[in-house]
């Protein structure tokens, strides 16, 4: 009969951080925040504005350019729409 590992034990012996993973998310959500921020700026666009034309409420958009939320892709469209933006998603080396 084989031996069972607990998660914990699984994921050190694969080398999976969840802090580092945490922490990356976080990054990217900020980054993702900041860029949505800049360009609605740029519009001269209000929180609301932007809001409106993506289909969320001023306070979604709001956590969104904070970097408090962890958009799904249907979000990010919608979001890159209301800019008049095509949304681009890449891979690169890390």
Do not use: C, K, N
Not at 7 to 13: P, Q, S, V, Y
Not at 22 to 42: D, K, S, W
Not at 53 to 66: I, K, L, N, P, Y
Request: hydrophobic share 45%; no cysteine.
């Amino acid at each position: 009969m084989t031996e069972r590992t607990s998660g914990g034990d699984l994921r050190a012996e694969l080398g999976v951080d969840r802090t580092h993973h945490a922490y990356e998310a976080a990054r990217i959500a900020f980054e993702l925040g900041t860029e949505v921020r800049m360009l609605r700026e740029e519009r001269g666009w209000t929180q609301t504005e932007l809001a409106e034309r993506a289909g969320m409420t001023q306070s979604a958009m709001a956590r969104f350019e904070a970097g408090g939320t962890i958009p799904t892709l249907p979000v990010l469209e919608r979001v890159a729409a209301a800019l008049q933006m095509r949304l681009s998603i890449a891979l690169s080396p890390a």
